[in-house]
């Protein structure tokens, strides 16, 4: 069973660091594409950056370029996402998701995790 769990959301100051957790479990974890997403009150759910290991390919939002980095650390199965520099217009849930073959639109994953509330506040 694929498992997804989200940490390290929270509340911070405008300008401020944010590090996201995704613990993952029940698939091959250096095979996948694995992704960052968020969604804000009333808006759609958006990607964030995404990341296929065994490829080396990583990709960035035009909202996350220089200031998000998404990481992972193959031995724990947890994939990172660092953000600085935030602002009020990065509050919303974040989620991590995974595709067993490429990272795309939210529609397209396969299977999420439930999420983790990040507010920043000005």
């Known amino acids: 069973e694929v498992q997804l769990v989200e940490s390290g959301g929270g509340l911070v100051q405008a300008g401020g660091s944010l590090r996201l957790s995704c613990a993952t479990s029940?698939?091959?974890?250096?095979?996948?594409?694995i992704g960052w997403f968020r969604q804000a009150p009333g808006k759609e759910r958006e990607g964030v950056s995404c990341?296929?290991?065994?490829?080396?390919?990583?990709s960035y939002a035009h909202s996350a370029k220089g200031r998000f980095t998404i990481s992972n650390d193959s031995a724990q199965k947890t994939v990172y996402l660092q953000m600085k520099s935030l602002q009020p217009e990065d509050t919303a849930v974040y989620f991590c998701?995974?595709?067993?073959?490429?990272?795309?639109?939210?529609?397209?994953?396969?299977?999420w995790g439930k999420g983790t509330l990040v507010t920043v506040s000005s």
């Open positions: 029940g698939f091959a974890f250096d095979d996948y594409a």
């Open positions: 990341m296929k290991w065994n490829e080396g390919m990583i």
């Open positions: 998701a995974v595709h067993r073959y490429r990272c795309g639109a939210a529609g397209g994953m396969d299977y």
